[in-house]
C-alpha cells in the first residue's frame, strides 16, 4: 500500500500508510474475543463430527443453538470485515490524498496484491 500511495502522491510518507493499517486491524482483535474458552471452536469441530461427505445423510442432528451462535458469529465477522476494509480505505485515501476512481482501483489492486504476496510467504514459511 506504501508504493500505491507513492504512486498516487509522491509526498506519501510511511507512517501515515502504516497507521490507517495498524488501526484498521482492530476489528479483528475484537473478533478474537468472541471465541472465549474456544466456544466457537468447539461448536465447528462438533459440527465436522456429524458431518461425513462420502455418506452425506439427509437428517444431521445439529442443536438449533449451535447454528444460531455459528450464524450469528458469522455474521460479526462479515462485519468486522467490511469495517476494516472501510477504516483501510479511509486512511489510506487520507494518507495518499485519494480523489479520483483510478485511485481506488489502484488501492483495489493493492490490497489483492498484499494478499496474494502474504498468502505465499505463509505457505513457504510452512516448508
Do not use: Q
Not at 2 to 27: E, H, M, Q, S, Y
Amino acid at each position: 500500500m506504501f508504493l500505491t500511495g507513492k504512486l498516487i502522491n509522491k509526498k506519501t510518507r510511511f507512517i501515515d500508510i502504516l497507521n490507517p493499517v495498524l488501526i484498521a486491524r482492530v476489528p479483528f482483535y475484537l473478533l478474537t474475543l468472541t471465541n472465549f474458552n474456544n466456544f466457537i471452536s468447539d461448536i465447528t469441530e462438533s459440527l465436522l463430527e456429524k458431518i461425513d461427505l462420502k455418506n452425506m445423510p439427509t437428517d444431521i442432528d445439529i442443536a438449533p443453538s449451535s447454528v444460531l451462535m455459528l450464524t450469528l458469529f458469522s455474521l460479526l465477522a462479515i462485519i468486522c470485515i467490511i469495517w476494516f476494509v472501510i477504516l483501510l480505505y479511509n486512511g489510506f485515501k487520507i494518507a495518499a490524498n485519494s480523489k479520483t476512481s483510478l485511485h481506488k482501483v489502484y488501492f483495489a489492486l493493492s490490497i489483492l496484491a498484499a494478499e496474494i504476496i502474504s498468502g505465499i510467504a505463509i505457505s513457504l514459511l510452512n516448508y
